[in-house]
């Protein structure tokens, strides 16, 4: 009896070894040691997704958590990252954290998925209540953000803040980017009663659409002297189709993210500014919340990350360096 005990346990250790060395961690006793905590993002190939999911993995590093990095190939793929969800629950993992594509589908798929697991939220929401958490930028703010960064923009061009302007979204039905464009569209019309909203467009996802978008506004609106891109793929389009037409001087743009792509059309004056959300802290601590969640300990039911709007005279302060930069290995 004892040999077959012995057998069995010697068994039963050699197989949790191997899964602890398979998940790349030491089979050293710990609460953390065997908790998964999947981190789907909507786009795995954006720049500003990577650095979510480099903060997420570093708090894997740092908390000993499994952190398995999952999302689609691109925003527009809703039914992708249903999926996705649906599959990582199925693991039976500690918790999940997300950020859904789209604020209605994505609704009742996670409200499903609360029920076995706690399910974090990060950047943009979903039509449920059923968040644990909620780790996002306050994008009705950032909108406000972008519209007070493109009025200084238009008035140091100018000398007036007023003029015909244009708002390009990238996909419709995104709770974060309704959100910016609520923002952006309330503060000009309470704030800046002599811009004028000329286009108030929405793109596919796709950074060459946001390019044709731009190119058309410009034929059709001569007068047009500002707009507000509001996700990093149309602050590249548009801002593609600015420096196609050396127009950087007379239509002041504003984005929102950044890469390399973006901050060099800020450097050349391509685009006016950007602004810049903290991607890193919010795979950082949805890993980190979500592990406390799993824990039974308590957690802010919403919290802010911030925003900051990135100009060519402040991009070298060293907090605005750091967003700009970040570490994404």
């Known amino acids: 009896m004892s040999i077959l005990k012995s057998s069995l346990t010697r068994r039963a250790f050699t197989a949790l070894a191997g899964a602890a060395m398979i998940a790349g961690m030491t089979p050293v006793a710990s609460f953390a040691q065997d908790v998964t905590i999947p981190i789907i993002v909507k786009d795995t190939t954006s720049f500003y997704w990577q650095i979510v999911l480099a903060g997420a993995r570093a708090a894997g590093k740092d908390l000993g958590v499994n952190v398995p990095e999952l999302g689609a190939q691109a925003e527009s793929d809703i039914n992708g990252q249903i999926s996705i969800l649906e599959n990582a629950v199925a693991g039976a993992p500690a918790a999940v954290v997300i950020s859904p594509t789209e604020f209605k589908a994505l609704g009742k798929p996670i409200d499903e998925a609360a029920k076995s697991v706690p399910i974090i939220g990060i950047d943009s929401g979903a039509d449920s209540k059923a968040f644990s958490s909620f780790l996002t930028t306050d994008n009705v703010q950032g909108g406000r953000i972008a519209a007070d960064g493109l009025a200084a923009a238009v008035k140091e061009m100018t000398g007036k803040e007023e003029g015909e302007i244009a708002i390009i979204t990238n996909l419709p039905g995104v709770g974060s980017l309704d959100q910016r464009r609520e923002g952006f569209l309330d503060q000009v019309k309470t704030k800046y009663p002599g811009f004028k909203v000329v286009a108030d467009k929405y793109a596919d996802g796709q950074a060459t659409t946001g390019l044709n978008m731009m190119t058309d506004l410009i034929t059709a609106n001569p007068n047009l ?75 802010e039911a919403n919290v802010d990350t911030g925003a900051n709007l990135v100009t060519k005279t402040n991009m070298a302060d060293p907090k605005i360096d750091a967003l700009l930069n970040p570490k994404i290995k």
């Open 225 to 299: 002297i500002g707009v507000f891109a509001s996700n990093l793929i149309m602050a590249q389009g548009v801002g593609q189709a600015i420096a196609e037409n050396k127009l950087g001087d007379k239509i002041k743009v504003i984005g929102f993210d950044s890469d390399d792509k973006t901050v060099g059309f800020l450097k050349e004056g391509v685009l006016a500014g950007l602004v810049v959300q903290d991607p890193y802290r919010m795979g950082y601590d949805g890993v980190k919340t979500a592990l406390a969640v799993s824990k039974g300990e308590k957690v």
